[in-house]
């Protein structure tokens, strides 16, 4: 190695960001093993090498002794002084220069293996460094294959992990296809920093509503609760700290267009936006939308609520597979239990409801449409 190898690693340093003295440092650790390799030694050595002129130098340590057990690390005292002064004393370590004569080739060759391990290494924490400051949000990527259910997503540098437990039920991907995900968790491995990611989480969904949503990004509509089973539906309850800005307007968009394409990016996913209240009674009402409540009975204690809909209401207020009960629980985060007029023994005067049948069966409709 000469000085054009040292000005190689500065420019290396410039350009992959690894300092030129660490660089070194590792070098000279690998060749002490290379050296003990190539020439047999068990004797204890240190490399040098110049950090100006790029000269490698290789030292044998001895330790100064009066009688000698290990001519390969030790040496006596009377031939140290004769060597290295009289102020030498028992104990002391010298060294002595033992660099062999085609030792210079052995090392380039090894310099060039540590160098390219150590970019790859530094490349590879530049990437981690990245990605772990970006966990729990979304990213772009294309995808790259698909293997066993598995799908991964090219992020430009590395690979992004979409398994298939994160993805969405029903949900097929193709090569080049341009796809948002979520990123769950960056692990460090011996492979490289490994990068999670989920399309069925709901933060994703939170995520696509922030860069849909300006008020959203800006503070003034807040997203209080999400609750999503993926491929299927979702609820999302939102609040705004302006009286004037109507949040759950906000996130639809002029004619649904934000909804929407938050919607088209997740599948067709069906999207419930309703309105977060401090009222607890409110806000479990609101939350077994599109389902009309009649009353809710709240018990702080156990966290739950007794809620009852009009007869014709009691299969939209429980869902399909009681899929819009369980819903509106994981966002409330309070057991709702739910009977009809009747069950509760609190029915009116049937022709009253009769009448209304129609109306109300109608706005239901609408508003399933609306949230479809």
């Avoid at 028992?90 to 002595?96: H, L, M, Q």
Wanted: net charge negative; proline share 3%.
């Amino acid at each position: 190695m000469n000085a054009e190898f040292i000005l190689a690693l500065e420019q290396i340093e410039k350009e992959k960001g690894v300092a030129k003295d660490i660089l070194i440092d590792t070098i000279e650790a690998a060749l002490v093993s290379a050296y003990k390799k190539n020439f047999g030694s068990s004797q204890n050595v240190r490399i040098k090498i110049d950090r100006e002129t790029g000269d490698i130098k290789v030292f044998s340590e001895k330790n100064v002794v009066e009688e000698i057990e290990d001519a390969l690390l030790e040496i006596l005292l009377e031939d140290a002084r004769a060597k290295y002064g009289a102020s030498i004393e028992v104990g002391d370590i010298i060294e002595e220069e033992v660099t062999p004569r085609d030792f210079g080739r052995i090392a380039a060759q090894n310099a060039k293996q540590v160098v390219v391990q150590r970019i790859k290494e530094a490349e590879r924490d530049v990437i981690f460094s990245e990605y772990t400051n970006r966990e729990s949000e979304i990213i772009t990527g294309t995808v790259a294959r698909v293997s066993k259910g598995i799908v991964y997503v090219s992020l430009g540098k590395t690979e992004g992990v979409l398994n298939a437990t994160e993805q969405i039920p029903g949900e097929e991907f193709s090569i080049g296809q341009r796809i948002k995900a979520y990123i769950t968790e960056v692990k460090k491995t011996t492979k490289g920093p490994q990068i999670f990611l989920s399309r069925s989480h709901p933060g994703i969904v939170k995520r696509l509503f922030e860069l849909e949503v300006p008020e959203i990004y800006e503070g003034t509509v807040q997203i209080n609760s999400i609750a999503r089973e993926a491929g299927s539906r979702t609820k999302i309850a939102v609040s705004s700290v302006d009286e004037n800005v109507d949040p759950v307007g906000s996130c639809v968009g002029p004619k649904g267009t934000r909804v929407k394409t938050v919607v088209d990016e997740i599948n067709g996913e069906k999207i419930d936006i309703i309105k977060y209240s401090e009222d607890m009674a409110e806000y479990i009402s609101n939350s077994l939308s599109p389902s009309k409540v009649i009353s809710v009975e709240i018990f702080e204690a156990e966290k739950s609520a007794k809620v009852i809909v009009p007869d014709y209401q009691l299969s939209l207020a429980i869902g399909k597979e009681g899929q819009n009960a369980r819903l509106a629980a994981k966002l409330t985060n309070w057991k709702i239990d739910i009977k009809s007029e009747s069950q509760a023994g609190t029915s009116g005067d049937p022709s009253e409801h009769a009448l209304q049948d129609a109306q109300i069966e109608a706005e239901t409709e609408a508003e399933l449409d609306e949230n479809n």
